[in-house]
């Protein structure tokens, strides 16, 4: 998405834009350079939550989909996807083993363990249905999350196999890759601990291991590192995390988030403060220390987001720039775009229309995208 | 809710749970309070976003709702709610005319408006229409967010007339009551503003006007002030930042998540990390400076909420107090608590079962209650 392309004026705000064109663009070339240091791709749908994008992830080459619960399984085994990773320590309680049988007959299904309890539960819960499924086991990389050590990873492993779980690999989220400059460095560290745990493994009798990698950061860096698979899922649309993490620029912002200046305060010497009608509602809050602020806009590049209520985004513009009008549409760049689908029932999909001619630059609404597995939280 | 009631296995964390007779607790008492001090009460819906909760309100007395956005606006009304405030300063453009014009046909309807050219557009985009609804001019009384200026309100007010409109009065949002010791200045501010704008608007002819103030915070001050009626939201649940800032405990905490322990690391000497099933697309990521962490455990107050992500709360237990087990079910209170029902489809409405009686302290299940409202933020 360019700046100064308009709005249409049946667009409501505030409204999800997806720009198709740049969505297809950002899911081939990391398919292409996935595919160039011979891994394999299986994207994390937890971001779009939307079974049309899988598709187009799918077909340009994802051997299958991430997903981060139950629930969000259940919605893209219904639309047809044929191999699914539940990417968390699962605790298999309640009503979650039939479900898990169910969806283990649809699909191909992996989930995580990150300790030896959790393997137990894990198979006692899904008794005679135990190869249902494989497990993954989940290291801690340097996120300080989830994951069991990487020394303790063959122990984790062994107690599922007397379990009766079939164990697939390793995985790991090396979240502590969000930050400028630490995708480097993350991406070492994940390296490291999926070699190291790998070789334990193997000690123990352990073949054929998945070592599956993740996050959009270190998707980017160009040693691959020890893992077969990686699974980004931010990618497909960016945000302004990674703008400012300087994994994208401005043209690669694939979701925004129409707003209209519904209240202004201009400066004496130009510039002045503008509030949108999108807040956290739409947006989400996340706001890591070294971000700028809240949110970026497209075109404004000088603009900060001071401030998000639920409901409000307070726009500084700096002396000297152009204060916005009254009732004029601005496309916001969220921080954390994972947030954004999770939060709307169906988001306007747009392509750039009279790009190439003088006076007509208007998004042109293509098509209209249920968000079929928002609030899939369990 | 108090500590040590346990959630019944049928529940599938991460999941909202609403303890009714809190709930109720939490509603009649504001209520009495304001109703004590000679002021009317317009909560706030955004908080719930569910018909059966504004139902009570309305039961307690409560003249009418506020509400964010034209959307919830249509779905309380479709619920029989007669009398409605938009408190925002609405910028009408596309659809949103023949919505406001079909609304205004329902229930009565004011709006708000902070300029000059919010005003005059409003009036001509309703047209011959314009008596449908009043609009109530926003002023801001510290926040530095949307609302005019104090001594701006006269010529905002006259501009609303002259195009057409009906003005019922001035209404502010003191957001800066937020944070601990803030709601006495804050209220104070907000009491002088609406003060000194009304003496501008009588002295340009206005009368009978309505002065609007909001903010559980400024609710629960005891001086009434310059505020005809009220308009807070979190009172009816509270949640942490309720807490922290002291006004509440947490016996008063009417909403929490239910959430699972998915993974632990022990200390040597006690306590440890746990993590919960629980995060940011379920709770909200709402973090203010002020806050202990990004959220709190009921019936472990020594615990702190030290990171969110979409799936996961990471809880530090200190040295020498007990790690909770695999599976264990906690109850997470969110920071900022009217994020939480807007990021689910329906909660979970449970009582305290066998309170008095020794071994059995379970919550019953009573009821389930959609979030009707949940998304509208159009």
């Known amino acids: ?42 994207p994390h749908a937890k971001t779009h939550k939307i079974p049309q994008i899988a598709e187009l992830q799918m077909a340009a080459g994802a051997r299958g989909l991430t997903v981060a619960t139950v629930g969000e399984a259940e919605v893209f085994a219904r639309n047809g996807v044929q191999d699914l990773f539940i990417a968390y320590p699962l605790w298999v309680g309640g009503p979650m083993a039939p479900r898990l049988k169910a969806l283990g007959g649809k699909t191909r ?17 899904l008794g005679a249905d135990a190869g249902i499924l494989e497990v993954m086991i989940e290291l801690d990389s340097g996120h300080r999350r989830s994951g069991a050590a990487p020394d303790a990873a063959a122990e984790v492993a062994r107690a599922a196999r007397a379990a009766g779980l079939r164990v697939a690999g390793l995985f790991t989220f090396p979240g502590h890759s969000y930050g400028p400059g630490a995708a480097r460095g993350a991406a070492d560290d994940e390296s490291r601990v999926l070699s190291e745990a790998a070789r334990d493994l193997r000690a123990a009798g352990f073949r054929d291991l998945e070592l599956s990698g993740g996050s959009t950061p270190t998707a980017h860096t160009p040693d691959p590192g020890a893992a077969t698979e990686v699974r980004p899922g931010v990618y497909i649309f960016n945000d302004a995390q990674q703008l400012e993490m300087g994994h994208c620029g401005f043209a690669d912002i694939a979701l925004t988030v129409a707003s209209t200046v519904v209240s202004r305060r201009p400066h004496a010497q130009g510039g002045g403060q503008a509030v949108l009608d999108a807040g956290t509602k739409v947006l989400g809050g996340d706001r890591p220390a070294w971000a700028s602020g809240f949110a970026r806009i497209l075109g404004s ?39 954004v689908p999770n939060l709307v029932d169906a988001v306007t999909v747009v392509q750039r229309h009279g790009a190439d001619t003088e006076g007509d630059r208007t998004y042109r609404i293509v098509d209209r995208w249920a968000v079929a597995a928002r609030g899939r939280n369990n």
């Open 109 to 125: 299904l992996r989930v995580g363990v990150d300790s030896v309890e959790g393997a137990r539960n894990l198979a006692e819960r």
């Open 1 to 42: 998405m360019a700046a100064s392309v308009a709005i249409p004026d049946t667009v409501q705000t505030p409204e999800v834009l997806i720009d198709l064109d740049i969505l297809q663009r950002n899911i081939n070339a990391l398919a292409r350079a996935v595919a160039s240091r011979g891994q394999r791709l299986r």
């Open 301 to 339: 590049p000088e603009s900060h987001v001071t401030a998000l209520s639920e409901h409000h985004a307070t726009v500084d513009f700096p002396e000297g720039s152009r204060l916005p009008g009254y009732g004029e549409k601005l496309q916001v760049i969220p921080n954390h775009v994972c947030l």
